[in-house]
Nanobody, 116 residues
């Protein structure tokens, strides 16, 4: 069964940090481009960061220098380290897995709230 399970979300004060994790099952993880997306209330889902099978990373301009995506193929897990969090980072964060231009696989999402 193909599955992505996110964890690590929660409530954090502005300027704080969180680390999200996404563990995959049912796929050959090392072959997949993994990504983190987010969707704030009333807004469209947007790409936050991606990491290819060759460990090439991309970031949205809004998170560059604050967020870091990484992967551990031995654990079938992708991470998103989020530092210097801002209220505008509040959203549901989703993990995705994609290979060969096919339809992405999505996780169920994890809520991040940045508020004092």
């Amino acid at each position: 069964q193909v599955q992505l399970v996110e964890s690590g979300g929660g409530l954090v004060q502005p300027g704080g940090s969180l680390k999200l994790s996404c563990t995959a099952s049912g796929i050959i993880f090392r072959r997949y481009t993994m990504g983190w997306y987010r969707q704030a209330p009333g807004k469209q889902r947007e790409s936050v960061a991606t990491i290819t099978s060759g460990v090439v990373t991309t970031y949205a301009d809004s998170v560059k220098g604050r967020f870091t995506i990484s992967r551990d193929n031995g654990k079938n897990t992708v991470y998103l380290q989020m530092n210097s969090l801002k209220p505008e980072d509040t959203a549901v964060y989703y993990c995705s897995a994609e290979v060969g231009g096919g339809s992405p696989i999505w996780g169920q999402g994890t809520q991040v709230i940045v508020s004092s």
